[in-house]
């Protein structure tokens, strides 16, 4: 009786363990694999030495060199993702995004951007969203963000993606070239080639240019390009490592051009390891939560299910009758006579008579 009620209780728990298991892989895995709302404030810093640039002091345009940084800061704006409504409810996020680049000989700031943007909380691409805006320090002005920007999807694929370009403010596709280990972690390499796309610039600033650096021309276009080569998680989709060979030519209607920026941005090395330590904790997490989690739950609570299936299935043990098995003959050992016999009360009735 008490092997099959310890053997319920191991089939009880055993039933619960898969269902566990099943509830990790099918219910909180699919939910892992999301941006949070509650995502950190997170930054990353690119340098670019001996770069050629444009730097613009009391509205003299002039090229220098020297060596630029690029810091990137990214922030949650939950106010704004509590707000999203329609198809962009629980599956998007608003972030705030802002840009600083300096010249770090004399921190004197070369060109800032900020913006807002809605992006899917699975795939980590633009949404279409009305409130969506960019700033690039003269005017804020709308934008219609699509593609990957800051970020891949969960689950990267050895695929071409379509990145977004701010300068040219569309995307152009990003193609896989290879796997790459970077600080320990396996790694897909996707580069992106732009070749004499054209930024567009307000017509006053652009006048300004024209008017300085191309002497002789009345009007013109900056021809921009970028070679833009990511490094991917793919599990988590973050970006371990970027670098972009970028390059800006001021051309004139008379054929005149001046070289506004020539320059090549990597992530530093304190933000390459930063970035791999955050995306190889959120990698151990999802294969948690997705592979070995319910693995170990599912195995067992097989195992229990089945002991405690035996147990409870098994026929109880036949008790031995008192008595049925026969004992020693008398007169078999050497002192079976040596105590005094026992009284037979019908033979000394019959002595009597």
Do not use: C
Not at 94 to 121: F, M, N
Not at 331 to 338: A, L, M, N, V, Y
């Amino acid at each position: 009786m008490r092997s099959r009620v310890i053997g319920a209780a191991l089939f009880g728990v055993g039933v619960l363990a898969l269902v566990f298991a099943g509830g990790l892989a099918f219910v909180v895995a699919p939910q892992a694999e999301r941006l949070p709302y509650d995502l950190e404030r997170t930054q990353s810093v690119a340098e670019a030495p001996n770069a050629r640039f444009m730097q613009i002091t009391n509205g003299k345009a002039e090229v220098n060199q020297g060596t630029l940084r690029s810091t990137i800061t990214v922030t949650p704006d939950t106010g704004e993702t509590a707000k999203l409504d329609g198809p962009l409810d629980g599956d998007a996020v608003v972030w705030l995004v802002g840009q600083e680049v300096i010249r770090t000989d004399t921190k004197a700031l070369i060109s800032a951007y900020s913006t807002s943007l809605a992006l899917d909380r699975k795939t980590g691409a633009a949404q279409q969203w009305d409130k969506q805006w960019l700033d690039t320090g003269s005017d804020r002005q709308r934008v219609n963000y699509s593609g990957q920007i800051y970020k891949f999807p969960f689950g990267t694929e050895k695929k071409t993606y379509e990145i977004f370009d701010r300068d040219i403010s569309t995307t152009q596709p990003a193609r896989f070239i290879k796997t790459e280990q970077i600080n320990g972690l396996e790694t897909y390499q996707f580069t992106q080639e732009i070749r004499d796309g054209t930024q567009e610039l307000p017509a006053d600033r652009l006048k300004l240019l024209v008017g300085q650096l191309v002497p002789g021309a009345t009007t013109g276009r900056i021809s921009y390009s970028n070679t833009r080569t990511v490094w991917v998680e793919p599990a988590t989709g973050q970006f371990i490592k970027v670098q972009e060979k970028q390059s800006k030519k001021l051309v004139g209607d008379n054929g005149q051009e001046t070289v506004i920026l020539d320059a090549v941005f990597t992530y530093t090395d304190d933000t390459i390891a930063s970035s791999a330590d955050k995306a190889g904790s959120n990698r151990q997490l999802l294969q948690m939560v997705k592979l070995w989690g319910p693995l170990a739950l599912a195995v067992i609570g097989l195992a229990l299910v089945i002991v405690g299936l035996l147990m409870t299935l098994r026929r109880p043990r036949v008790a031995t009758v008192a008595g049925s098995a026969p004992g020693p003959r008398r007169g078999s050992g050497r002192h079976t006579d040596t105590g005094p016999a026992e009284a037979d009360p019908d033979r000394q009735q019959k002595a009597d008579r």
